[in-house]
Nanobody, 122 residues
Framework: VQLQASGGGLVQAGGSLRLSCAASGRTFNTGHMGWFRQAPGKEREFVAAIKWGGVGTYYADSVKGRFTISRDNAKNTMYLRMISLKPEDTAVYYC????????????????WGQGTLVTVSS
């Protein structure tokens, strides 16, 4: 499986963006998927994750109520809808996939996308 993240850009504080993560290759075993982010000088951190069937989601406390993760398995695509963006949300956002839920949450996913930059200006 290969992952391609897109949708990043420059937005003012309070604005919104939608990120997409398209899977290609052996997509029938994409598994659970998630979003992570890495700000300059900081470690990569967990943002949100969604289970294979799409019925289970999990969010970092810092984004709860502002970000919504979803997936369309028919299109082999995962999304991250971000609203009320803050300057501290500025980071490169990565998507990842793994068949093991705990591995995904622990940032030990087998497959990672290349990242898309989100910049939130104050």
């Amino acid at each position: 499986v290969q992952l391609q993240a897109s949708g990043g850009g420059l937005v003012q504080a309070g604005g919104s963006l939608r990120l997409s993560c398209a899977a290609s290759g052996r997509t029938f075993n994409t598994g659970h998927m998630g979003w992570f982010r890495q700000a300059p000088g900081k470690e990569r951190e967990f943002v949100a994750a969604i289970k294979w069937g799409g019925v289970g989601t999990y969010y970092a406390d810092s984004v709860k109520g502002r970000f919504t993760i979803s997936r369309d398995n028919a299109k082999n695509t995962m999304y991250l809808r971000m609203i009320s963006l803050k300057p501290e949300d500025t980071a490169v956002y990565y998507c990842a996939a793994d068949s093991a839920w705990t591995a995904l949450l622990d940032r030990r996913a087998n497959v990672w996308g290349q990242g898309t930059l989100v910049t939130v200006s104050s």
